[in-house]
């Protein structure tokens, strides 16, 4: 069944003056553009403020995006932990992470395997004869057994 009443017709009337500035009226004219154009030959200098020079990678669009996917998707795979010390955010994390945080704070969060011990585990045996071993080479240098020979010394006839 259809509705046979006419549409009501809405309307949104502005008795305010308006707040937009029409100071740059006549600049942004494109009429005004191309008369002064004719007049003098050169177009207006639009201000863009100063050059921003540097070294921008060499990857399209869609490279880009996968870029940033895949940063997010590294992101989420993380502890639960850590995402809650960067507040969730991936660019907060990026951010911290370029700033080359100390060891131990990469540890501490998981992200870096302690370095394993770098001294080597000798058993209490071992050890003993070691350092056995190394006192006696150090009281008897020349490798002799008998202490009253000296390396220096030859004997006498």
Do not use: C
């Not at 921003?52 to 995006?65: C, E, F, K, L, S």
């Not at 370095?115 to 150090?138: I, Y």
Request: no cysteine; aromatic share 6%.
């Amino acid at each position: 069944m259809k509705n046979t009443e006419p549409r009501k017709k809405h309307a949104k009337y502005f008795d305010n003056p308006s707040l937009t500035k029409q100071a740059p009226r006549e600049e942004t004219n494109i009429n005004h553009i191309v008369a002064k154009f004719h007049r003098t030959g050169h177009l207006p200098v639009l201000d863009r403020g100063e050059p921003r020079y540097g070294v921008a990678p060499a990857i399209d669009y869609h490279q880009a995006m996968n870029l940033v996917s895949e940063a997010n998707q590294q992101f989420e795979s993380m502890p639960s932990k850590v995402r809650a010390a960067f507040d969730d955010n991936p660019m907060t994390f990026l951010s911290w992470m370029e700033n080359s945080p100390p060891e131990e704070e990469l540890e501490a969060l998981g992200l870096l395997q302690p370095k394993p011990n770098t001294t080597p585990s000798l058993d209490h045996e071992t050890a003993l004869s070691a350092l056995t071993e190394a006192l006696t080479s150090m009281q008897n240098p020349s490798g002799s057994d008998s202490p009253d020979e000296s390396p220096d010394e030859t004997p006498k006839e």
